[in-house]
């Protein structure tokens, strides 16, 4: 019984991720938007709705119940340290460098934001989003900072670290979380009404942002690099969430901050990788393919991680 039960549980945190990105294909299918209107559509989630979703969990919640600064340093720790082991293994087996930079991307860059906030909310409730939210100002800095490193170290590029943190300052999600915490600190009474609106459209943005990235997959030629892509799934989907997960169930994370970092680390590889690796010179074609493939078989996996960890009592 407890086993079925479990079973479940898994299913009520992938299932509904996964009906909005085919709903995402039916709209593609049906053409029902035009790639510009996804383009537009998908700017407007990013400027505009991931900075009210952002403030709107961080102003309404209780910071100092939420902001877990161990839970915090692992998460930061961990992606850095896959960062470093994937740059490694590539650099040691790989010898073309535009495919170097889209295989460590891919291996160490998460869809966390898009994937691991809704798994949460699904195993837990809408109540508990305030601290995967937290994690947001934590991981996508260091993302940010590591994929620029990497692509323009691959092309042989300038990193220019003060351009890399303002670029950051004004990513729309961390511009909410800083807003939020200095409405906070000074007190600063947001109207009722405001904040209702402001709470409406934060709670469309994982459904919307979801159905428009299944709206916008590609597929693409992988003969050309069929064993790199493999490695690159098997990394992000497998290796890396049994490494993180195993170190973390020893250290004692449990519950909502151990589901916290499975989002953080076996989401499929971020899409935000395949318009970087464009605009990089990196191996573009490389970096689509683990998106779609990495998403597409992350129904599976993810599944798998909730179901093992909820049989194993962890959560």
């Not at 407007?44 to 709107?56: D, G, H, K, R, S």
């Not at 809704?118 to 601290?131: E, K, R, Y």
């Not at 260091?142 to 003060?162: D, Q, S």
């Amino acid at each position: 019984m407890d086993l079925m039960n479990n079973f479940w549980v898994a299913v009520g945190a992938v299932v509904p991720l996964f009906t909005l990105l085919f709903m995402g294909l039916v709209i593609k299918r049906l053409k029902l938007m035009t790639e510009d209107e996804l383009a537009h559509t998908n700017r407007m989630v990013f400027t505009l709705f991931f900075f009210c979703m952002m403030f709107y969990n961080i102003f309404t919640t209780d910071l100092a119940h939420t902001v877990r600064p161990k839970l915090m340093l692992f998460g930061g720790l961990g992606v850095i340290s896959v960062f470093l082991l994937a740059t490694a293994l590539v650099c040691w087996k790989e010898k073309d460098n535009r495919k170097r930079g889209a295989m460590i991307q891919a291996v160490f860059r998460s869809n966390f934001v898009l994937f691991g906030i809704p798994i949460v909310g699904n195993i837990f409730g809408d109540t508990a989003l305030s601290i995967p939210t937290m994690m947001i100002a934590v991981i996508v800095p260091i993302y940010n900072v590591l994929a620029v490193f990497t692509l323009e170290t691959f092309r042989g590029g300038k990193f220019a670290l003060g351009k890399i943190l303002l670029g950051i300052l004004k990513n729309p999600m961390i511009l909410g979380a800083l807003t939020a915490v200095a409405l906070r600190l000074v007190d600063f009474p947001v109207p009722q009404p405001v904040l209702k609106g402001i709470g409406q459209v934060a709670a469309a943005t994982t459904p919307v942002a979801l159905i428009i990235l299944g709206a916008s997959f590609k597929g693409g030629s992988f003969h050309n690099h069929l064993p790199q892509l493999i490695s690159c799934v098997g990394a992000r989907l497998i290796l890396v969430p049994a490494a993180a997960l195993s170190l973390a169930v020893y250290l004692g994370f449990r519950d909502i901050e151990l589901v916290t970092l499975m989002a953080v680390f076996a989401s499929p590889c971020a899409v935000a990788s395949f318009a970087m690796a464009q605009q990089m010179d990196s191996d573009a074609d490389l970096a689509g393919n683990c998106v779609v493939y990495t998403s597409a078989l992350s129904c599976l996996t993810i599944f798998g991680w909730v179901f093992f960890l909820k049989t194993m009592g962890l959560f």
